[in-house]
Structure formats: C-alpha cells, structure tokens
C-alpha cells in the first residue's frame, strides 16, 4: 500500500505521527519505539521560559481515557534549541518533525520562534493555541477566540518560512470561523483536536484526582469528537488535516482519513505501549489489504454521509418537548 504523502512541501513516508507531549523530544522514547518506522513526531509544547509544570498527580486514568494537566512542563525554548534540536536533527532526518509552541500571550509565541527558527533538522511548527490546563492570560483559550487566534498565526508566519500547524480545540462551539482564521492567517494545516476540558473526583476524599483540579481528557473518548471536528473542518478549508484523539487501532485512524485528515497522531495510547504508533501504521497496512485499498488518498475525504448534509449547522436549534 503507497502510505507516502506529498504534504507542506515534503515527503511523508507514513500518515502516523506521535502527538505532543506524548514523546518529549524524541529521544525519551527512542529506546522504546522505533521512530525511522512512522511518519514523524511532535514535540512536547515549547515556551519560552522552563516551566515545572502543575502540581502531581499529573494524569489520572478512567474507563475510556485519561484526564491530563502538565502544566506544560518544558526546558524553555533556550535549553530545547541547545540541547534538544541537535539531538532531533542527528537523529530524526529520515522522519518529519514539528515543534509545538505554546503560550500565555502573543508575544510569547513569537519570540519562542524567533529562538527556534534558525535550528536545523525540523520540518515546522504546531502551534499549541488549544490547551485546557495553561492557556491565554486574560481570555478565552487563543484557538476559541478567532481574533487573538489571528494574531499569533500571522505573527509567526511573519517570522517563519517553515510550515505552520494550528492546533485546535474541541470544545469551539462553531468550527468554520476559526478554521477560516487560521488559514487567512497563513497556516499550512490544521491539527484538530486537543483534549477536552474535563473533571474527575475522588468521592472518598471529595478531591479532585488531578493535582491541578481540572484537566484534558484524551484517548478513546475523544475519537468521535475528534473524527466530527476533523470533518467539520473539512468543510471550511482545503488545508491538510491532522487528526488526533483516541487513535488507538488502525482502524481508528481510517476514520480520520475518510473523516478528511491526511494524517493522525497517535497520544494516549502511547502511554499505554510506547509501540502503539508503528503498530496502528501496521494495522493500517494490513486493514488496507483486507479491503483492497492500494493508497492511503483513496480515503482521505471518501467518508460517506447518508442522510446527514455537510452544511448541517454544528450549533442545532432547540426542539421544543
Ligand atoms: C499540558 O501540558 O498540560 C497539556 C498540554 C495540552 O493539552 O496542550
């Protein structure tokens, strides 16, 4: 089955990515996973001071998923650009690498890839504008709020050549608008989604199980929600899609191919076995031969609808009774 992909001017040699913040830089999971096998990995968000992250437990499991709240623990974009992209591009040449960014305020992103941007041995940039546990001082998260959304895509790509990912969120209560700032920014894709705002408590303690409180929730839960905003997008833009969200076989993945994503990220599922993203591309082969499928493109979009239109409006109106 041909996997590969001509996107943001490259090759792709395969439609799996590890999602970020699930591999550290690469080299925490390279023991554990063979990364030449996938397509390529996306760094644990970068900001531009060392943050220490949020308060244990950090992550906590439940039936269909996990909640999560880092905080964003990073070296800060000094430390990553001296010490962790030397490491990527003498080691990862043979895959595609984005550095996710993140930030509480505009400027922070800029800055970030002003220190970056003249660092060999990666691909792009997803911007991290979506997540729930340490977001925008003084608003709504970047990726729910178009204008301020505006301002750091176009402030990065005014900084950059490299491709630009914009990672959104799944709780915007209407998709197109924000897709369509992205793009008239100037982004070359669109990552969708993060986790979900989410809230589990011990009912023994009465404590939330998160050190922080509140957090991300993430894996299987998430796939439909992701698979819908994939498809959603879909219909406002032409940009490659990348889906994540509780890719956990490769049939999953499919779905995100027939939903619109020309890629999918593998993130949870990597906590429970590291090898879970070269197995679901192993998947993806052999569910592609059971079913006579000779190229990944001949998904890509081909979800069927049935009875339900495209332009059927995400926010419905309320029936009476
Ligand atoms: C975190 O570091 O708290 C999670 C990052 C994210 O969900 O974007």
Not at 242 to 266: H, K, M, N, P, T
Request: hydrophobic share 45%.
């Amino acid at each position: 089955m041909e996997l590969r992909q001509t996107l943001f001017g490259v090759d792709v040699p395969a439609p799996v990515l590890l999602a970020a913040g699930t591999c550290g830089f690469g080299e925490e999971v390279a023991g554990v996973t063979d990364l030449g096998r996938i397509g390529g990995l996306v760094t644990k968000s970068v900001t531009l001071e060392p943050r220490e992250g949020n308060p244990a437990p950090r992550v906590a499991e439940f039936d269909a998923g996990m909640l999560n709240s880092i905080g964003l623990a990073n070296p800060g974009a000094h430390r990553v650009r001296d010490e962790k992209l030397p490491w990527i591009r003498d080691h990862l040449s043979e895959i595609r690498v984005f550095v996710s960014v993140a930030g509480h305020r505009v400027e922070e992103y800029l800055e970030v890839v002003e220190i970056l941007d003249g660092s060999e041995g990666f691909l792009g940039y997803e911007l991290n504008l979506s997540c729930p546990n340490d977001t925008r001082l003084g608003g709504l998260p970047f990726a729910l709020d178009p204008e301020a959304l505006t301002e750091v895509v176009a402030g990065v790509r005014a900084r950059t050549e490299r491709p630009i990912v914009v990672k959104l969120a799944p709780n915007a209560p209407d998709l197109a608008p924000i897709v369509q700032a992205a793009e008239a920014a100037g982004a070359d894709g669109l990552t969708l989604v993060n986790t979900l705002p989410g809230l589990a408590f011990d009912p023994v303690s009465r404590r939330p199980l998160l050190g922080a409180g509140a957090g991300g929730m993430s894996g299987p839960a998430l796939r439909s929600v992701g698979v819908h905003a994939v498809w959603r997008a879909s219909q406002s833009t032409s940009l490659p899609l990348i889906g994540v969200g509780g890719v956990v076989r490769g049939e999953d993945a499919v779905q995100y191919f027939l939903a619109g994503a020309s890629l999918v990220q593998v993130g949870t599922a990597s906590f429970w076995d590291p090898r879970s993203a070269p197995r679901v591309l192993t998947e993806i082969r052999g569910f592609a031969r059971r079913n006579r499928v000779a190229s990944i493109t001949e998904w890509i979009g081909a979800g069927q609808f049935g009875g339900l239109r495209p332009e059927t409006p995400e926010v419905e109106a309320v029936v009476d009774g």
